[in-house]
């Protein structure tokens, strides 16, 4: 298909041959919103050789993700990830995506899940007494607190094991992983730099590390009773046609993308539910009242997570205004075009979840974080149309439904016995990595409630 002119994007100022390299690598959020408000929706820009497509459109993003998936692959930052990730879920494509796919959507069925949901409790009631047990007077950094709660549950549901030295190593190292793939996708030129200087060398030595960590999950759990968890499943999945199973190689690289895709975005998502609600005293109250009267009566079960509505529409706002998955992207494969928006082949389309989520064509006050969007009489057309927390299409996050149910949980269970403040004057900001990090983590005066 041609590309028509009347279709061509406005462009976003650029330096010869270089283009909007310096605005965009080290601020990627603050270059996109200069460039929305100033030139629209979509706008296109380059990096070197690289061509980009910006867009906060809701028809693009249904286009790209949905209608029109197959003229679209995983682009040139999937594949840095996948020097960290192999070829995981996330990263691969093609047939061998769709059979791994297959493989282990049973592990996240309904039913399995609601069978979790009692042992999510368990785990976060230990980690709130441990929280109570330190009784600390210094302000507690609650997003270290809710990255350290998110991969316990990760460690016990998916990688069916206790939490280690090694393991806690990992969840930490995991950072600079990041930072140094993330420098790697946002600069073409720091990538062969990063061989010269060493940077890759201590990359690949970190990913060893993680490797026999792993690894060694694996040996144990084939000697092991099968368990609840996930590991147990892959083990166990075989392919419809050939009957084998998977090779330790496929598991390991299952195994630490769901790890790492399976605890961050939920931690970080905790981290920014907290910084809101501390922001919004009205908010506070509502949960407040919410979560008093639903846990003095004692764990329920699957009832819990349905009597905490509005402590849902937190999360769910949560992802609205902070999405931790902010940035999504896409290779495009030939000339494509929607709704007067050109798609030229060889670009790469990013979709900017932040900003669409912010797009004030489709959503109400959009800056103000206001739970009741998504309540009764909440904003539910936005919400149909322009809402991708979790992306779309066939590459729809698979853990989307276990996300929800635990930061439901967790966000109730910590607003029930802890009353907090945020500490005053901190300095918040996002770090935009493979995540929506806060750069100097949420700092929050937390103490225990008198239920
Ligand atoms: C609040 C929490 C979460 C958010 C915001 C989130 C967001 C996303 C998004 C936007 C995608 C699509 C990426 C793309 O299209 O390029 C995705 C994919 C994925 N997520 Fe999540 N996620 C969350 C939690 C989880 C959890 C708990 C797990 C596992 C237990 C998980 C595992 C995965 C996997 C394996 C994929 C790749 C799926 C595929 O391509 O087949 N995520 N996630």
Redesign the pocket.
Known sequence: MEVSDKLVLPKAKALPLLGSIFEFAPNPIGFLGKNFSALGENFTFYIGPRKLVATSDPFVFEHV?QLNHRNYS?DFA?HQLSLALGR?????EGES?WK??RL?QPA?YKKRLDALFEVMFNISNEYIKGLKARNSKQPTFIDKEMMAL?SDI?II??LGTEKTDELIYMQQKFVDVQEHLIKRIRNPFFAPFSHLDGSHNQFNKIMETFDKIIYRIIDEKKKSVPGND?ITMLLEAKDADTGEGMSDKQLRD?LI???V???E??G??LAWAFYAIGKNPEVYAKVKAEVNSVFSKGFQGMDTLKELVYTRQI?DET?RLY???YL???LIKENDRVNGVALPEGHVVL?S?LYLHRNKKYWQNPEVFNPERFGENGEKEAIKKAY?????????????H???M??TLVLGMMMYHFDFTLVEDQKIDFQPLV?LKPRYGIQTHLRESKN
């Open positions: 993700l995983k999937m995981g879920l996330l990263t691969n995506w791994q796919r282990a996240f998110t990760a549901t998916l996930l299952e993308t769901i790890y895709a399976g605890h975005t939920s970080y998502t999360i992802l999405p931790t998955a999504l992207s896409r979709l979840t991708y927390p979790f992306g779309g299409g066939p590459r729809m996050c698979i853990g989307n276990f996300a929800l635990e930061t995540t």
